[in-house]
């Protein structure tokens, strides 16, 4: 009898050291579930991110062509704008040397 219920006692407790494994097994499963989805969530961020530099980078080349254009544009009122200076003051002396 002695025999048989030490055989039971080694399988129990090899049981339970069956069952403490399973256990730590599953919190296992479970981290590696949580980083999983804690990946998928960061490359989604990634992904959005990634749109969002496109979309900045579009904007910075449609405000590089708009400031190319309005340079040009100031380029020639700068142009202009010496030209009334000169002509002005061509005019100013003209007259001071007339009188």
Avoid at 18 to 35: C, G, T
Avoid at 46 to 69: C, H, P, S, W
């Amino acid at each position: 009898m002695a025999t048989a219920q030490q055989q039971r006692n080694e399988q129990a407790n090899r049981l339970d050291r069956i069952e403490q494994k399973i256990d730590h097994m599953a919190e296992a499963i479970i981290a590696l579930a949580r980083a999983e989805e804690k990946i998928i969530t960061l490359a989604e961020i990634g992904k959005q991110q990634g749109a969002q530099i496109l979309t900045l980078i579009n904007r910075v080349d449609t405000l590089e062509t708009l400031v190319r254009q309005n340079a040009g544009t100031v380029s020639v009122i700068n142009k202009l704008f010496w030209i009334v200076i000169a002509a002005a003051a061509t005019a100013i002396t003209g007259m001071l040397f007339i009188q």
